[in-house]
């Protein structure tokens, strides 16, 4: 482990460590009636001093591996010299618990305590329980520590994890909201001023044209009446560039058709082929129009990526006499419309909110669909009398 990512406590726990076998080591090498006893606890300090300074122990598996064989070399040797390094065994249990796989860290663990068990017996002490339920103990202790330590760092990593996604899905979420809230205003503007003050305007003109044609040859409020009519025409042309300004930028560099052109346009992510037809003569839509239209095509095929598993989608959008109509077909797996709807996860534009544009604007809206057979979403909005706006 680096030493960088340790916390305080963790920091604690190792220098703790280090103590207890610089310790238990002395207390071998001082209780040692021989001078190989003296010698071999200081090499086997001297083994484990190096391994816990050298960087290749904490980044590699396989030095780790390779260092803790040594280290226990070196203390077997230990053993082999006088009964009091079997002591060493209890820091040499974290050790091997820490630094190796759990797969070879017990048999690790098992070997050690069996090899201070043994030793134990051979320097001639009696046999009795303690001799076998001490060293056992202590590896069972050790093993708790460090697996319900690793649980608790899992538990601990996870969590973290899903504190950082929680904060990033906040984020994004605010800034879709913002936006949808930047668009939801745009469109609410253009709509306000496309039926407020575009219709007053453009109805003053219609007045002012119907007075000038029935003012009297050479009248003198001719020229004024012509004065306020083109007044009045640039005022609407003028309300008529905030309208198009304000209306969703799907639709700010081209017509409708255009727009649905590039939603059927295959994305970075899977989505069904889609395909768009115009039938009829292209006319002018009011832009309120423009964009129910947009956003039910929008959300029309956002269900056939997110709901349907469609493979295929077909748009027609149809200019008739007196209405304009959008049909969008899939061949996903369809659903029973009279059940009750979920609620939409599609950021608010589901069946119901395409509904309420359509008849918002006087329209119809119609779902068609059936269990294993795709889903047709049809909506027909009548066209506005009067000139184009």
């Known amino acids: 482990m680096d030493p960088r990512s340790l916390t305080p406590a963790l920091r604690a726990l190792r ?16 209780k040692a009636d021989s001078a190989a006893g003296v010698a071999l606890a200081a090499v086997t300090g001297g083994v484990y001093a ?42 040499l249990y ?20 069996a090899a201070a068990i043994l030793s134990y017996v051979r320097h001639g002490a009696a046999v009795n329980p303690g001799v076998f339920i001490g060293p056992l103990l202590g590896a069972a202790v050790a093993v708790a520590t460090v697996l319900g330590y690793q ?40 709509r306000e001023i496309h039926d407020t003050l575009a219709q007053g305007l453009s109805s003053i003109q219609l007045l002012l044209r119907a007075a000038e044609r029935a003012l009297p040859a050479g009248s003198p409020a001719a020229g004024h009446i012509e004065a306020a009519r083109r ?34 346009e295959p994305g970075p992510e899977p989505s069904p082929r889609a395909r768009l037809t115009v039938s009829g003569t292209p006319v002018e839509l009011p832009t309120p129009y423009e964009v129910a239209l947009l956003r039910i095509a ?23 006499a007196g209405s ?22 599609d950021g608010g534009f589901g ?24 889903t047709a979403v049809a909506v027909s909005l009548p066209l506005p009398a009067g000139e184009p706006t």
């Open 231 to 264: 007044a009045a025409q640039e005022n609407l042309a003028e309300a008529r560039r905030f309208v198009r300004a304000l209306s969703p930028p799907d639709l700010e560099h081209g017509s409708l058709a255009a727009a649905l052109e590039r939603l059927c």
């Open 151 to 190: 649980a608790l760092y899992r538990e601990s990593e996870r969590r973290r994890r899903m504190v950082e996604e929680l904060i990033e899905t906040r984020a994004e979420l605010a800034a879709a909201e913002r936006h949808a809230g930047t668009l939801a205003e745009r469109e609410r503007l253009a």
């Open 351 to 374: 069946l119901p909110a395409m509904r309420a544009r359509a008849e918002s604007l006087g329209g119809t809206f119609t779902v068609e669909s059936a269990p294993g057979q795709g």
């Open 50 to 91: 190096a391994g816990s300074a050298l960087p290749a122990v904490r980044d590699s598996q396989r030095a780790a591996a390779l260092w803790l064989a040594v280290l226990w070399a070196s203390w077997l040797a230990l053993l082999w010299a006088t009964p009091d390094g079997l002591w060493v065994a209890f820091p």
């Open 324 to 345: 304009v109509t959008l049909d969008v077909v899939d061949d996903g797996k369809g659903f029973d419309p009279a059940l009750p709807s979920p609620a939409s996860g």
């Open 94 to 113: 974290f050790l091997q618990l820490h630094l190796l796989p759990v797969r070879w860290a017990l048999p690790a663990v098992t070997l050690t305590a």
């Open 298 to 320: 929008q959300s029309a095929l956002a269900n056939t990526v997110r709901h349907a598993s469609a493979g295929r989608a077909e748009l027609t959008l149809s200019y008739m």
């Open 15 to 30: 220098v703790c460590l280090h103590l207890l076998m610089a310790g238990l080591l002395a207390l071998a090498a001082l």
